[in-house]
Every structure is written in C-alpha cells, then in structure tokens.
C-alpha cells in the first residue's frame, strides 16, 4: 500500500489542480495500448495523420511498455491552472543528471529503447529533443480541438470535487476520488491492484509540503509518482473522462426546441457542467460569438450561473435551467 501521513496544517494546504504537461504526456499512452482507452479512440483517429508526422520514434518511447513515464515529465503544477508553454519552459529546466535514473526507473528490467539509450549519452540533446517533440505535439495535435475538450472535462472534475468537499468533507472526498483511498483522518491509504506492475511500497509523509490532487484523463485508478521523495501527488482519474468521445447531444424535445431554438437547447443541455465561450464553440464548431450570443440571452432569462475562472467566464445550467432541461 501506499500512505500519505498528515501532520497539523497538511490537509488545508491539500490543493487541485490539472497539468496541460501531464495529459499531454499521458495522451502518449494511447498511441502505446491504443485497446486500454476505448473513450479515447474516435480523436486518435482524427488525430493518426497529424500524430504521424511527429516524431514518433521518440514520443513513443517516452512511456514503458507497462505504461510508467519518467517522473521529470509529469512534475507536480506550480498552480491550479497552468500554462502549456509555461510548463515546457520549465520542462526544458530539467537537471540533466534526473534524466537516466528516471527513465531507469519508468522502465524497470525493461530494456530502454534504443532511441532513449543512445540519446541519455548526450542528455542535453535528448532533453531538447523532448521539448521539441512535445511542442510540436501539443501545437499540431493536441492544442486545436482535443485540449479544449479535456479543459472542460478538468474544469467540471474540479467544481464538483470542491462542491463534494465543502458538503462531505476530506473523508467524502477521498472516497469520492478511488474506493481503493481510505482516509482516517491523519493518514490517506491507498491500497494498489494486485498485478504484475504493481507500484512499489511508500510511507509518504506531508511534512508541511502540502498534497496536490490531480485529475486526469487516462488513469485506471489513483496513483502517485514513482520518486516518493518528490512533491507529495496523488493523480486520479477525472469524472467524466469518457464524454471525451461524445459528439454534441441532439436537442431531446420537442417543446424545448421550440421555446429556444435548436442552437440554444443545444447549449442548455451541454452546460450540465460549466463550460466557457471557447470551450461551447470548440464542441459545436461554431464561433465564440455566435456562442456568445446565445449565452447572454439565456443568462438573462435566468437558465444560467456564471462564474469567473482565471482569464475565462464560465456557465453553467441554473436551477431553473436544469428543471427545463428535466
């Protein structure tokens, strides 16, 4: 098992926060065991010809056969909404001596792949090489239309957790992110699944360090890094992950679309979880403005709550939306 222990003050400088770094990486995982993310299929088939160009030799083997990534490529986020870019920057910060013993570590008995084994003779080079592997990627993969989806899948996982917590508690919480998380107030365990790649024993202590939550998008379960000694994180697999392949939902009745209008029942029923402009856009392949539009009108009739995120306003169904919706 793995234990997260607790001293006073630990569990309120508990924080989430998600990692545009960390999906992008874990999206690799898709490409190595495309049959373990089924939700995930229908965008790697719009995604194959642009993921062809890349250099795939290398973003392929940045994940072990048993699915482990080198711990520097998924650092703990400084912030509950990180930047892409500001993240590659400070990948690009890496010290060169982590570079083998965590890709050792990833990789276990594992042979490295080639690619990796010549390119740690040269760390630099093999770092910069990653970088430029992983802009390329995000930019001509991920950035366009997958990432403003996965936002949304995020944004909503974080709402709602903060909503459990403040209704539960840390003990509801925690439940609520793995049933193999116990909590009993000073220590957090998690009991592994008993397979071949098991993660190893740890007694991971707080120590004033504070635990970062972390939802993501292609977990099986809660897990942390393989270092115990890094930051304290606990990664779990975010709600909702499988709307990832959802198509928009065709407007259900009759009555609704002719009170609104198509577009703005469309909208309606998308905001069962807060969403921004952009985001509302991306899903219906229309533009911000059109998007726009319809939102104000259906703020102001009372079917929606906005709320301020960062940069980005974000809506979501009212109560009176949602029994319109009913």
């Known amino acids: 098992m793995i234990e997260f222990r607790f001293v006073v003050g630990d569990l309120a400088r508990t924080s989430f926060a998600y990692s545009p770094l960390q999906e992008a ?34 973003l392929t083997a940045l994940i072990a056969s048993r699915l482990w990534i080198p711990d520097f490529l998924t650092p703990r986020p400084e912030r509950t909404r990180p930047v892409f870019t500001q993240q ?10 982590l570079l083998e013993p965590h890709f050792t570590a990833a990789y276990g008995s594992d042979p490295l792949p080639p690619v990796i084994r010549a390119g740690l003779a040269d760390p630099a080079r093999l770092l910069d090489r990653i970088v430029g592997a992983l802009d ?13 989806r996965v936002h949304t899948i995020l944004e909503a996982d974080l ?22 998380l116990s909590w009993n107030g000073d220590i957090l365990t998690l ?15 707080i120590g004033g360090r504070g635990l970062t939550l972390v939802p993501t998008l292609f977990a099986q379960g809660a897990h942390t ?24 939902p065709p407007v259900s009745g009759e009555a609704l ?9 469309r ?3 998308l905001l069962a979880e807060p969403a921004s402009t952009t985001e509302l856009a991306h899903r219906l392949a229309v533009t911000p403005g059109a998007v726009s539009q319809h939102l104000s009108v259906l703020y102001d009739a009372g079917l929606l709550l906005r709320t301020r995120s960062g940069r980005s306003v974000r809506y979501v169904r009212s109560e009176l939306g949602e029994r319109l919706c009913g």
Do not use: M, N
Request: hydrophobic residues 40%; charged residues 25%.
């Open 191 to 205: 009991v592994k699944r008993f397979d071949r790649h098991s993660w190893p024993e740890a007694d991971i202590l």
């Open 159 to 180: 709402a709602h957790r903060g909503k459990v917590l403040a209704e539960e508690g840390a003990g509801g919480l925690f439940a609520g992110l793995d049933p193999r």
């Open 257 to 265: 679309t002719r009170l609104l209008g198509a577009p703005r029942a």
């Open 88 to 97: 590659l920057q400070a990948l690009r910060g890496t010290r060169l001596p």
């Open 136 to 148: 390329a990627y995000w930019h001509e993969c991920l950035a366009p239309d997958w990432w403003p």
């Open 25 to 58: 990486v874990y999206s690799l995982r898709c490409w190595r065991d495309p049959a373990r993310y089924p939700h995930q299929r229908p965008w790697q088939r719009r995604l194959g010809p642009a993921f062809a160009r890349q250099d795939t030799e290398l």
């Open 225 to 248: 890094v393989i270092d115990p000694a890094l930051p304290p994180l606990l990664v779990y697999p975010a709600r909702g992950r499988a709307t990832i392949s959802e198509t928009p």
């Open 267 to 269: 909208i309606l029923h």
